[in-house]
C-alpha cells in the first residue's frame, strides 16, 4: 500500500469517526427519525464516496412490509420514501453471507428495492441488516460505482453505521412506544383525552383561521357498568373494542375518535356544514351503537347517549367546548337516554339551577327538612287497607317541580346525601309504624322506597336490623320497594336483598314494566311483590292492548306466587277491571292519595279490619 493510499485510509476512517459521533450527537437532540437520516445519509454518501445509501425499515405491524429512504449522492432533490414489499428473512440471510449483490440479480427478492437504485448510478451494493432486541427492524443499503476492492468490499465503514443506525432505530421505537402509551388508549388503539385535547386545540386554531364550522360529540355508553359487573371485566374490554370500531366506521377519516377513560368516547367532526349534518352523524353513530352485540356467545342490547357542541359557536376555548358537549350530554341522559341533544343556554342555565337545587337538597337532608306522607295500599277483595308506602316529602322546599320527589331524590342519589335522607325515612316510616301498631290499628306492613345507591352500602343491612328492632317491628312488617334495574347490580345489592328476604323482610319490584328486566330475575330473585306501574292504568278499561297486557302480566305474577299491587289507580272502572282480573292490591288516588301520618290513623280506624 503507498503512502497516499495509506493517508486516503486514514482520512476516511477519520471522517467515518467524525460521521459517527455527529450521528450521536442528532441522536441526543431527537428522537424524530426523518430528520436524522436526512443527516445521516448524505453523511454516509460523502464518507463512503458512494451513489447511493437507503435505509430499508421493515413495517412494525406487518414483517412483510417496509419502507425505503433513499440519498442519491449526485442527484439535487430530495428522493421520495418508497413503499415495497420485503422478504426479511431471506434477506437477513443474505447479508450473513455476503455484502454485495449486482443491481440485476437473478433473485427477486433484491430486485425490487435495488432496480430503482440503480438510477444513481451504483451497479454494486453493499447491504446490512439493523437491529434492534435481536429482531431486524431494517437494512442499510449503501450502492457504489463500480466493484469496490477487497479491503473496502469487507464492510469498512458500512457496518459501523450499520450499527449506529440500529441504536438511532432502537432509540426511535422506544420512543414511539412512550409516544403511544401517552398518547393512546392501550385497549382500544384510540387516541386518549391528551392526545385528543391536543388536536382538538389545533383543529379549534386552523377552524379560526378558515371559518370553517365542526363539531364534537361527547358520547357515553348506556348501561355498560351492567355488562362489566355481570358479565365480567373481559367481556367489559370485549365490548369497548367494538364500540371503538364501530364509531370510527361511522366518522370520515379526517374526524377524530378518541377515547376519553372508562365507557366515554368523544369524536371530533372536522367539517359539518350545518347542524343537521353533525346530528346526521351522531344519529348513525347511535344507530350503530344500538346494535346488538355478541361476546362470548351471549347477545347484549347496548346503547348511547351523546352531547354535541358546535365548533366554534358554542365556546371559543377547548375547555368551554368539552364542558358544553359534556352538559348536553348531562342532559340527553337525564331526559331518557339513547338520544343526541345540542348544547344550548336553557340546557345550561337547567344545569345551573339543578346543580343549586342539589345543594339545597344536601342542606335540606343536613337540617331534616323532609317529612314523610303515606300512601295507602288496599286489598281489592275487602278494601281493607293492608299497607302503607312512605313517600318523601319537602314542604320548605323550592317552588316549581323541584319540591318533587321525582326530582328531588335522584338529586340526593347523585351524592350520598341519600344514604343519610334514606336512613332518616327508615326511621322515621318504622317509628310511625310501631305508633300506629301500639294504637291497634291493623296494618300489614309499612313500605319503604330503598335507592340503588342505599342497596350497595355495606351498613344497610345493619342499620336496617337495629331500625327494627329499636321499634320492636318484625322483617315481615316491613317491605323494600326496589326497582328493576337494581335486579342487575349483582355484588353488594344482591347480597343486601337475599339476606334481607331470608330474614323475613318483603321485597317488591317497583313501578314494574318500566325498566329493563329479565323474567329471569323474577324466577330467581325472591321478590314477594310486583307493583305495576301506573302508566299501564291510563288506557283501562277502554282499550283492549292496555287491558290484555295488565291482564297477561297479573297472570304471570299469579303464577309465579307473587303478590300484585296496581299503581296509580284513579277511577273505579280501573278498580274493577283489575279486581276481576284477581289483582291482589291497588295503590292510587282511588282509594287513598298520599296524606300525612295523622290522616293515615283516621283512615285505619274507619277500615275494614284485616284482608
Ligand atoms: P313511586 O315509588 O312510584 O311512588 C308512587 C308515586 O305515585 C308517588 O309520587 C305517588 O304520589 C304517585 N301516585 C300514587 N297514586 C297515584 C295515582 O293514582 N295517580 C297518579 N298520577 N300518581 C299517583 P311521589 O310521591 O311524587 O313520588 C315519586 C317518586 O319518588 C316515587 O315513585 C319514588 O320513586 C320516589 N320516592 C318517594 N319517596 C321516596 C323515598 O323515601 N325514597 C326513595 N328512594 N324514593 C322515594
Ligand atoms: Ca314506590
Ligand atoms: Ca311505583
Not at 342519589?413 to 317509628?431: K, M, N, P, Q
Not at 301498631?437 to 309499612?446: A, D, F, P, T, V
Amino acid at each position: 500500500m503507498t503512502v497516499a493510499s495509506l493517508t486516503a485510509n486514514l482520512d476516511q476512517h477519520r471522517s467515518i469517526i467524525e460521521a459517527l459521533s455527529e450521528i450521536d450527537r442528532l441522536l441526543l437532540q431527537s428522537s424524530a427519525l426523518e430528520p436524522i437520516l436526512d443527516r445521516v445519509l448524505p453523511s454516509i454518501g460523502s464518507v463512503l464516496r458512494c451513489k447511493s445509501a437507503s435505509v430499508i425499515l421493515v413495517d412494525g405491524d406487518c414483517q412483510d412490509h417496509a419502507r425505503a429512504y433513499d440519498f442519491f449522492t449526485d442527484a439535487a432533490t430530495k428522493r421520495p420514501l418508497r413503499r415495497l414489499e420485503v422478504d426479511v428473512r431471506h434477506l437477513t440471510e443474505a447479508c450473513r453471507q455476503t455484502m454485495c449483490w449486482w443491481t440485476t440479480p437473478d433473485d427477486v427478492h433484491f430486485a425490487s428495492f435495488l432496480a430503482p437504485l440503480a438510477e444513481s448510478g451504483a451497479t454494486v451494493f453493499q447491504l446490512c441488516s439493523l437491529h434492534h432486541d435481536q429482531k431486524v427492524s431494517g437494512f442499510l443499503c449503501v450502492g457504489h460505482a463500480q466493484p469496490l476492492k477487497a479491503s473496502v468490499s469487507r464492510g469498512i465503514g458500512v457496518t459501523e453505521f450499520a450499527e449506529r443506525l440500529s441504536v438511532v432505530l432502537a432509540n426511535h421505537e422506544r420512543m414511539a412506544q412512550l409516544h403511544r402509551h401517552a398518547n393512546f388508549d392501550a385497549l382500544t388503539d384510540l387516541p386518549n383525552r391528551s392526545l385528543f385535547l391536543d388536536r382538538l386545540e389545533c383543529e379549534r386554531r386552523k377552524l379560526q383561521e378558515s371559518g370553517g364550522r365542526a363539531a364534537l360529540l361527547y358520547i357515553d355508553l348506556d348501561h355498560f357498568k351492567r355488562i362489566n359487573d355481570v358479565e365480567g371485566h373481559s367481556a367489559g374490554d370485549a365490548v369497548l373494542r367494538l364500540v371503538a370500531s364501530r364509531i370510527v366506521h361511522c366518522v370520515k377519516a379526517t374526524d377524530t375518535v378518541a377515547r376519553l377513560g372508562g365507557d366515554e368516547f368523544a369524536v371530533f367532526l372536522a367539517q359539518v356544514p350545518n347542524d343537521d349534518a353533525a346530528r346526521q352523524v351522531a344519529v348513525r353513530i347511535l344507530d350503530c351503537l344500538s346494535r346488538p352485540v355478541k361476546i362470548d356467545g351471549r347477545i347484549h342490547q347496548l346503547g348511547a347517549s351523546i352531547g354535541l357542541a358546535r365548533v366554534p359557536e358554542d365556546g371559543d376555548s377547548i375547555e368551554a367546548l368539552m364542558k358544553c358537549s359534556d352538559i348536553a350530554l348531562y342532559r340527553a341522559k337525564e331526559s331518557g337516554r339513547g338520544r343526541v341533544v345540542f348544547f344550548s343556554a336553557e340546557i345550561q342555565d337547567r344545569m345551573i339551577a339543578r346543580t343549586a337545587l342539589g345543594a339545597s337538597v344536601r342542606q335540606a337532608v343536613q337540617n331534616r327538612d323532609f317529612d314523610l306522607a303515606f300512601q295507602p295500599i288496599v286489598c281489592c277483595r275487602s278494601q281493607a287497607v293492608l299497607g302503607v308506602e312512605a313517600l318523601l316529602r319537602w314542604p320548605n322546599g323550592p317552588e316549581g317541580e323541584g319540591r318533587s320527589p321525582s326530582i328531588f331524590v335522584p338529586i340526593a342519589e347523585e351524592s350520598d346525601a341519600i344514604l343519610d335522607l334514606g336512613a332518616w325515612v327508615l326511621a322515621t316510616a318504622c317509628r310511625q309504624f310501631a305508633a300506629w301498631k301500639q294504637r291497634g290499628l291493623g296494618l300489614r306492613y309499612i313500605s319503604i322506597n330503598v335507592s340503588a345507591r342505599q342497596l350497595k352500602d355495606g351498613a344497610l343491612l345493619d342499620t336496617i336490623l337495629a331500625t327494627l328492632a329499636r321499634h320492636a317491628i318484625e322483617p315481615a312488617e316491613l317491605q323494600i320497594e326496589i326497582t328493576e334495574s337494581v335486579l342487575a347490580e349483582g355484588g353488594a345489592t344482591d347480597r343486601n336483598l337475599r339476606k334481607l328476604s331470608a330474614l323475613g323482610a318483603k321485597l317488591a319490584l317497583d313501578d314494574f314494566g318500566t325498566g329493563y328486566s329479565s323474567l329471569n330475575y323474577l324466577r330467581t330473585f325472591p321478590i314477594s311483590t310486583l307493583k305495576i306501574d301506573r302508566s299501564f292504568m291510563l288506557d283501562l278499561p277502554g282499550n283492549d292492548g292496555a287491558c290484555r297486557l295488565v291482564e297477561s302480566i297479573i297472570r304471570m305474577c299469579v303464577a309465579l306466587k307473587k303478590e300484585v299491587v296496581a299503581e296509580g289507580v284513579e277511577h273505579q272502572g280501573q278498580f274493577d277491571f283489575l279486581s276481576s282480573l284477581g289483582c291482589g292490591a291497588v295503590q292510587g288516588y282511588l282509594t287513598g292519595r298520599p296524606m300525612m301520618s295523622p290522616d293515615v290513623g283516621r283512615l285505619l280506624s274507619r277500615s275494614p279490619a284485616g284482608a
